[in-house]
């Protein structure tokens, strides 16, 4: 596997404000992807960040709200933007590991976000 | 469109065996993953069944996979208190890269 970094682990923001969540991997990965765990919920895809191309987005999200970067192969970000409190969730980022159908996904710890 | 399906509670005492479902719809699915999480904490992924299997086991676990039924479980044996978690199941869709739909997860409570 590899070692997936996030930073903020958890932070409590003002309504209108915008977060930078970070994601570090301590290898070359191709594929990263952002997810979004609301309170009591499973993890739904927010996009999917390839290096050196636009991130593509899932139904009901749009770069708008949630811009992400992947500017090298160990190294993402999303932005919540204008937040409300129905961001309140967890965010996580994943990886792919390996090769042809056999990728599995590793998630970082994820970033517990309230919005008040 | 895709949907996978878990039961979201199950209470079990610590030494019994545990069985988790999970039913799910896309029959060309490749893998099919079990991803545990503990309070406070991220996923950690736990085991996974290409689909042409039919059982896998590893250590305390075993994963039975029905591809008739598009039904998956994961057994624990001897559940310890160090097991409660949420547990969730995902499948990987068709489609060129790794889209994972995953379950509601459920809730395995451990108790003496």
């Known amino acids: 596997s590899a070692v997936i970094s996030q930073k903020p682990s958890r932070d409590i923001c003002q309504r209108g404000t915008s977060l930078t969540i970070q994601c570090q991997v301590d290898?070359?990965?191709?594929?990263m992807f952002w997810y979004r765990q609301q309170p009591g919920q499973s993890l739904t895809l927010i996009a999917t960040a390839n290096q050196g191309s636009e991130a593509t987005y899932e139904s009901g999200f749009v770069i708008d709200k949630f811009p992400i970067s992947r500017p090298n192969l160990t190294f993402s970000t999303l932005t919540v933007s204008n937040m409300s409190p129905e961001d309140s969730s967890i965010y996580l980022c994943?990886?792919?590991?390996?090769?042809?159908?056999?990728?599995?996904?590793?998630f970082g710890a994820g970033t517990r976000l309230s919005v008040l | 469109g895709e949907d996978v399906e878990q039961s979201l509670f199950l209470s079990v005492r610590e030494g019994d065996s545990s069985v988790i479902n999970c039913t799910y719809t896309d029959s060309s699915s490749t893998y099919l993953y079990w991803y545990k999480q503990e309070p406070g904490a991220g996923l950690q992924l736990l085991t996974y069944i290409f689909s042409n299997m039919d059982m896998k086991q590893d250590q305390r676990l075993t994963v039975l996979l029905n591809k008739k039924d598009k039904h998956l479980s994961l057994r624990i044996a001897d559940t310890q208190t160090g097991d409660s978690a949420i547990y969730f199941c995902a499948e990987s869709i068709s489609g060129g890269y790794n889209k994972l739909i995953f379950g509601a997860g459920t809730r395995l409570a451990v108790h003496p």
């Open positions: 290898s070359q990965v191709t594929m």
């Open positions: 994943s990886i792919v590991l390996g090769q042809g159908a056999k990728n599995i996904q590793y």
